[in-house]
């Protein structure tokens, strides 16, 4: 049925999970832009200069040494595009450094300042438009029917993801990764085929900015069935984002990518609620990487516990996909779904 999710698993017998991580030392083919004070029609992004580079895939391969990294010969890798300011350069080294894939080629655009809003978990407004601004230049730049990813890079690759996203992607025009492993979807490491469906369905979301923040007005159009000829599903819960550590039972065991989308805020200490802020995020990659590493399920359900009790993730869930979630109703969902309704915005104390 189109605009349902795909729950039916993924083979993942033929997969390589193990972490890896790639040497600083590969090559990079760059082709660099620039321009300067662009400043969108939406009045609200000014970037002084960008600049864009296409690193060229990666091959890795075992040696008695390690991993080592040499050139793919590949005819047509996909194209991973990705973004970052200054404030998550860290994010971002980790990102490109734990790519597994050799059929990925990474396109890689740097801005000098994205004007995150702190107090805004995912950066606010100028963030959501200029990755939507992107990733909609990338679909007109693309073949007909050409496969692309867009990533954020608040993620780590812990295995090879294209076993998934040629099966995610198969016959779709977009796969998404999962919010929580029931129900919603994460923009954050999407697939998405150059049809016109899947270009109709971000003109969409790009009109609709202005009024509210991606991730909402990504589920709303789903699950509403706005763009009703749109083929979409989700990747399993092995493409693995950290609040679905809410509803789901433990970290998959043949994880091949960790989102840190959901992190325990310390609002008690400096910087705890500043989305520009990437120290909790790298360190829980980190923490992550490492038990995957040791294979350490003890160490995994324990991260995933503390998500899970985070009293704000359960508070997140009830207002985005629960009982009190506001908008339109959601006709894709059962009837008697909790979800479904939506109505006003509720008042909160």
């Known amino acids: 049925m189109l605009g349902a999710i795909n729950t039916a698993p993924m083979s993942t017998a033929?997969?390589?999970?193990a972490p890896r991580a790639v040497p600083h030392?590969?090559?990079?083919?760059a082709k660099f832009s620039r321009w300067a004070a662009v400043h969108w029609s939406a009045g609200i992004l000014l970037v002084s200069s960008r600049w864009r580079r296409s690193l060229a895939p990666i091959h890795l391969s075992r040696s008695r040494t390690g991993l080592v990294a040499s050139r793919a010969h590949s005819s047509k890798p996909v194209g991973l595009h990705f973004f970052s300011d200054s404030n998550f350069k860290p994010l971002r080294d980790q990102f490109v450094n734990s790519v597994v894939d050799k059929d990925i080629k990474l396109n890689e655009t740097i801005v000098e300042d994205l004007n995150v809003i702190k107090q805004r978990t995912a950066g606010g407004v100028p963030v959501y438009q200029f990755k939507t601004k992107l990733l909609m230049d990338a679909l007109e730049d693309?073949?007909?029917?050409?496969v692309m990813l867009i990533s954020d890079v608040d993620i780590q690759f812990l295995g090879e993801v294209?076993?998934?996203?040629?099966q995610?992607?198969?016959?779709?025009?977009?796969c998404f990764q999962r919010e929580f492993t029931k129900l919603g979807v994460n923009i954050g490491f999407v697939a998405i085929r150059r049809t016109p469906a899947a270009i109709d369905f971000w003109h969409h979301v790009w009109k609709e900015l202005p009024s509210g923040r991606a991730r909402p007005?990504?589920?709303n159009l789903l699950y509403t069935n706005k763009v009703p000829n749109l083929r979409w599903g989700c990747f399993p819960p092995e493409i693995w984002a950290s609040s679905q550590a809410f509803d789901g039972l433990t970290i998959p065991k043949e994880i091949a990518l960790h989102h840190a989308n959901w992190i325990i805020r310390d609002y008690s200490g400096d910087g705890g609620a500043d989305a520009s802020n990437p120290t909790a995020k790298l360190q829980q990659l980190s923490e992550l990487r490492r038990a995957v590493q040791e294979e350490s399920?003890?160490?995994q359900e324990e991260i995933a516990q503390r998500i899970r009790e985070d009293p704000d993730l359960a508070i997140y869930h009830q207002r985005t996909f629960g009982r009190e979630r506001y908008?339109?109703?959601w006709i894709a969902l059962h009837p008697e779904h909790p979800a479904r309704p939506g109505g006003n915005r509720k008042k909160r104390n």
Do not use: H, T
């Not at 033929?14 to 999970?17: A, L, V």
């Not at 030392?25 to 083919?29: A, E, H, I, T, V």
């Not at 294209?162 to 040629?166: G, L, S």
């Open 14 to 17: 033929s997969m390589s999970m």
């Open 25 to 29: 030392s590969f090559m990079l083919r």
């Open 142 to 146: 693309a073949e007909s029917e050409e």
């Open 162 to 166: 294209m076993p998934f996203v040629q």
């Open 168 to 174: 995610g992607i198969a016959g779709r025009d977009m």
């Open 217 to 219: 007005i990504v589920n």
């Open 297 to 299: 399920d003890i160490k």
């Open 327 to 329: 908008g339109p109703e």
